[in-house]
T-cell receptor, first 114, second 113 residues
Framework: EAQVTQNPRYLITVTGKKLTVTCSQN?????MSWYRQDPGLGLRQIYY???????DKGDVPEGYKVSRKEKRNFPLILESPSPNQTSLYFC?????????????FGNGTRLTVT | DAKTTQPNSMESNEEEPVHLPCNHS???????IHWYRQLPSQGPEYVIH???SNVNNRMASLAIAEDRKSSTLILHRATLRDAAVYYC??????????????FGKGTKLSVIP
């Protein structure tokens, strides 16, 4: 089944403790992206990647890192999480060959930083 | 991405048609209009997209105004499973900007049994 898989689904951590949220897709998509969703603010893009070893900042990249060493994986790294990064995170992927290829989203990771 | 304006919420009776409006008065000539929806506790899912002509697929229809400054997503028979937040997004048709999608707050659709 074609899908975007995020892990974990839920994560509670403390300020400053490095964490990684994994994202994997099995559709051979070149494009991958991370979003955060907060009440009243909608979905905001954090980082995106057009292909392996190519990443770029979205609208809210501060406090986050990403890497794209393989086509299928696009982990989101929080080196020193803070409470304002408590949010619902979504990973998405898409083909690059067609600009109107739909985005496929994972089911989300709910992160709480205390 | 150009901005879109949608009502915060709408209600529909089950099995009735639903028309979800979206205003995008600053749309450029090459922007596509995309719709996504987000069911409770899930990630957004693609619904439909179009450029100028009206579009139909198995999920919905998209009606685009002649001047392209507005569009309407049509669900022909709302079911309880259609209760979701619906997002109208403008997407550039070229360059990296086509992948920097801006999701607004969307319209929360409630379906009444």
């Amino acid at each position: 089944e074609a899908q975007v898989t995020q892990n974990p689904r839920y994560l509670i951590t403390v300020t400053g403790k490095k964490l990684t949220v994994t994202c994997s897709q099995n559709m051979n998509h070149e494009y991958m992206s991370w979003y955060r969703q907060d009440p009243g603010l909608g979905l905001r893009q954090i980082y995106y990647s057009m292909n392996v070893e190519v990443t770029d900042k979205g609208d809210v990249p501060e406090g986050y890192k990403v890497s794209r060493k393989e086509k299928r994986n696009f982990p989101l790294i929080l080196e020193s999480p803070s409470p304002n990064q408590t949010s619902l995170y979504f990973c998405a992927s898409s083909l690059v060959s067609s600009y109107n290829s739909p985005l496929h989203f994972g089911n989300g990771t709910r992160l709480t930083v205390t | 991405d150009a901005k879109t304006t949608q009502p915060n919420s709408m209600e529909s009776n089950e099995e009735e048609p639903v028309h979800l409006p979206c205003n995008h008065s600053t749309i450029s000539g090459t922007d596509y209009i995309h719709w996504y929806r987000q069911l409770p506790s899930q990630g957004p899912e693609y619904v439909i997209h179009g450029l100028t002509s009206n579009v139909n697929n198995r999920m919905a229809s998209l009606a685009i105004a002649e001047d392209r400054k507005s569009s309407t997503l049509i669900l022909h028979r709302a079911t309880l499973r259609d209760a979701a937040v619906y997002y109208c997004i403008l997407r550039a048709n070229s360059g990296a900007g086509s992948y920097q999608l801006t999701f607004g707050k969307g319209t929360k659709l409630s379906v009444i049994p």
